[in-house]
């Protein structure tokens, strides 16, 4: 099964939706709780062309239609599908850590080789301490690879980051089947490190092996050992 088929089928309790908003960074949407992701912009927009379905009339469906955005070509849509996904999901606050994603980057790839999905700012920093490090993204500049290597890639590092959005333009599954076989991770959900947004979106993280809730991000950084990253939280 995909990661957004287990997603959408980890949601087993439906909720009205209460309110929708897409802004130019974040799209949110608010049911049984505020999910929030990162806004997608498609690079070419056909005119004439709608780029949502329903768009007036989404507040009079419930969060789990609205989930089912998630899996739209359409980066707009898939951003609303994925809040509302995060809308739905629980969490026990208790079992998470408020952790700094670059620290802990730096710290569990120090010497190692990592592959980083998606460009930060604190890659120059990182490049100092790690053995190799590949940065991929979809339109690569300089040193980046394109993100079609990933199954060359990946099966190389032994750390490995991705960022939420790749959920949304579809390529997190891509990445993930090239990760190779991990004790640590039987499955694509087990020790996911999970985005706490405040702030600086990529400055910090959280970690736990349930997914979570309140103002649900997927946008920014999961810090992974060869596992997936399943969903974000922060209140």
């Given amino acids: 099964m995909s990661v957004l088929g287990a997603l959408l089928s980890s949601l087993v309790e439906d909720a009205p939706v209460q309110e929708v908003r897409t802004c130019v960074h974040w799209t949110a949407v608010v049911s049984k709780h505020c999910g929030l992701a990162s806004t997608g912009h498609q690079e070419q927009h056909p005119h004439g062309q709608v780029s949502v379905r329903g768009v007036g009339s989404l507040h009079e469906r419930s ?7 998630v899996k739209s070509d359409r980066l707009l849509e898939a951003s609303i599908g994925m809040a509302a996904v995060n809308s739905l999901l629980e ?7 408020e952790l700094n994603a670059a ?3 730096a710290e569990r790839g120090r010497g190692k080789k990592v592959a980083i999905v998606g460009s930060f700012p604190f890659v120059p920093k990182l490049e100092r301490t790690t053995d190799k490090l590949w940065v991929l993204e979809r339109h690569p500049t300089g040193a980046e690879r394109d993100a079609a290597q990933a199954s060359e890639i990946i099966p190389q590092a032994d750390v490995v980051a991705i960022t939420g959005a790749s959920l949304i333009n579809h390529t997190a599954s891509s990445v993930l089947e090239a990760h190779r076989p991990s004790p640590s991770a039987p499955d694509g959900f087990q020790n996911a490190k999970n985005l706490r947004p405040r702030g600086d979106p990529s400055s910090s993280i959280r970690s736990t092996s349930r997914p979570s809730s309140r103002a649900t991000s997927s946008s920014g950084l999961a810090i992974v050992a060869l596992a997936a ?7």
């Fill in 63 to 69: 969060a789990l239609e609205l989930a089912q955005y």
């Fill in 103 to 105: 620290a802990w980057l």
């Fill in 229 to 235: 990253r399943k969903t974000g939280c922060a209140p």
């Fill in 91 to 97: 969490v026990d606050e208790k079992r998470c850590v």
